[in-house]
């Protein structure tokens, strides 16, 4: 009954706001107390106008200022002292994942130690024998563990304290004398020693890579900040070199539309000079047509004698000959010349974009692991692209369908628009999409011959020569496909290749490690032809395609 009346009264020293005893008890206005950290927090959270108690909500105004109770604080330090404790909350019993106390009865507490050698779990108040009890000092208490009856041989019911070198496993003493009879046996403890011993070697080395590790994460942040400051400056400074050059471009239209504004005002006003100066000398000879044709009129001689000379007589007349040389065309050339420099700077910037695309890409930063190649289809394709082919490169002889991933040949000519970047006569197309990084495509084909190709958008375009053809020149990369094998070109260089046929050849492109492969694609891959070398460029898939009826498609 008297433990009855002091868990009440712990009950009683508990802040109801953190649910635990009282730490630096205040006492507000209303009577109710609370740890000093709690009410302030509470508070710190509400409407200052509004202050009240958690409990009766009875209101401040102003604040209070909270001062510490020492009484309550002694009799809290006191209770803390007495080693009484409340009845345990709800959090102190075992739950289905806690190990529980095996003496407890009815509704366990959670265990606070497990024993080795007896082997049980005990709570705080069931392990303090351990603590007093002279032959339970001896015994080996270690964290909660669920798995006690591990420690108990299944065929002899004892304790595993022996350990069997020869078998690896933990065994009891009679086992030791029985079935382990003859092997290396040692206690466990003996054992322990020894693989503690290793695991120090082990935990030394971890630790060193560790700070190996540290380090490397600690250069690769550095990398991080440094490719960071070095790609905002980059960006920085080519928005200043883009602002500069549209500022210039902005200053040259200007200047342009001033001259011609400045010539147009010229010539306009020497047109209207010369106009006003015409229509003065039309009046003027409509008057002197008036005085004529009232003259003729006249019905006396002499007076007709006397006044025709002066009124006959007509000023010189304006040179208007320059009026019919003037041409028609005006400021149409000035026009056409502005259309010739923006496609010569639409040809520096096409040209030029490559290179600037390329230079970003090659930005590599080393890291020490690169991933390593596949191996199966399915790892390859991980790196699946989608690729189409580009209208404005396909030969006129090419017919593309399927949403221009196919291409087959026609002997008629197909009406494309006219344009630069078209295969004159080398029967060739090219995808729209560059390649770079990792990339793998797959083409199906039909028919006796097919040429798969990857190339450099620079390849020549125009006529029948060797710069113009895939695999012919040192910008394109070409595996020729016909009925009895294969065959690889690069710069007109042939190179047989011997390999299991098949309708669909896979193509797996690594640019930065400068990696391309062919594969035979049927039920298993099998490797063509590979080549590694360095790719300065951004790459494009192509196809060839110059036999009748002969079809090859982007697979999907």
């Not at 001259?259 to 000398?281: D, F, M, P």
């Not at 087959?408 to 006219?418: A, I, L, V």
């Not at 496909?481 to 492109?509: A, D, E, K």
């Amino acid at each position: 009954m008297a433990q009855k009346g002091v868990q009440l009264d712990q009950e009683a020293f508990c802040c109801s706001i953190c649910l635990d005893l009282l730490k630096d008890p205040v006492t507000i206005p209303c009577g109710h107390s609370y740890c000093m950290s709690c009410i302030k927090g509470f508070w710190d959270g509400e409407d200052q106008r509004k202050i009240c108690c958690p409990q009766c909500r009875k209101t401040f105004a102003p604040r209070p200022v909270l001062g510490k109770n020492t009484m309550l604080a002694a009799l809290v330090e006191q209770l803390k002292k007495t080693g009484l404790h409340a009845a345990p909350a709800d959090h102190c019993y075992a739950g289905p994942e806690d190990v529980a106390c095996d003496v407890c009865t009815g509704r366990k507490l959670k265990a606070l130690k497990s024993c080795l050698t007896c082997p049980a779990s005990y709570c705080e108040n069931h392990l303090q024998p351990h603590y007093d009890a002279p032959p339970l000092k001896k015994h080996k208490l270690v964290e909660p563990s669920k798995k006690l009856q591990e420690n108990i041989c299944s065929r002899h019911d004892e304790v595993m304290k022996m350990f069997c070198r020869t078998d690896q496993q933990s065994i009891c003493y009679l086992c030791s004398v029985d079935e382990h009879k003859g092997h290396d046996t040692v206690s466990a403890a003996a054992e322990r020693t020894e693989r503690q011993r290793e695991l120090e070697v082990s935990r030394l080395n971890i630790q060193q890579r560790i700070q190996d590790r540290e380090k490397d994460v600690k250069l690769l942040q550095q990398e991080v900040e440094a490719v960071s400051h070095s790609a905002d400056k980059a960006v920085e400074d080519n928005e200043k070199i883009f602002t500069e050059l549209i500022r210039l471009l902005q200053k040259r239209s200007s200047d342009v539309k001033q001259q011609i504004r400045s010539q147009q005002e010229t010539e306009v006003s020497g047109v209207i000079k010369l106009q006003e100066k015409l229509q003065q000398e039309i009046t003027e000879l409509k008057r002197k047509d008036a005085e004529l044709k009232k003259l003729s009129h006249t019905e006396d001689h002499n007076q007709f004698l006397h006044n025709y000379p002066s009124v006959s007589q007509l000023s010189e007349p304006t040179d208007s000959s320059s009026i019919n040389i003037r041409p028609l065309r005006y400021f149409e050339d000035v026009t056409a010349a502005v259309s010739e420099l923006r496609d010569k700077l639409q040809d520096i910037l096409r040209d030029k974009w490559t290179n600037i695309s390329l230079t970003v890409t090659e930005v590599d930063v080393f890291l020490p692991q690169p991933e390593p190649e596949p191996k199966t289809r399915a790892e390859f394709l991980q790196y699946s692209c989608e690729i189409t082919l580009d209208p404005n490169t396909v030969n006129t002889e090419l017919l593309l369908s399927e949403r221009n991933r196919k291409a087959t040949f026609t002997s008629q000519q197909q009406s494309y628009s006219s344009h630069p970047d078209r295969f004159t006569v080398w029967r060739q197309v090219l995808s729209r999409e560059s390649l770079t990084g990792r990339c793998y495509w797959e083409v199906d084909w039909r028919g006796t011959v097919i040429r798969i190709a990857v190339a450099y958008k620079n390849i020549s375009r125009v006529g029948s020569s060797n710069e113009c053809g895939f695999g012919c020149n040192d910008k394109s990369w070409m595996l020729h496909c016909y009925t009895n094998g294969y065959i690889f070109y690069f710069n007109n260089i042939r190179t047989p290749i011997s390999g299991p046929r098949s309708s669909r050849v896979g193509v797996y492109l690594d640019h930065r490690a400068g990696i391309l492969s062919f594969y035979s694609v049927s039920r298993t891959m099998t490797l063509l032809h590979r080549v590694q070398t360095r790719f300065t460029q951004p790459l494009y898939a192509g196809l060839c395609v110059y036999h009748v009826g002969v079809t090859a498609e982007l697979c999907n």
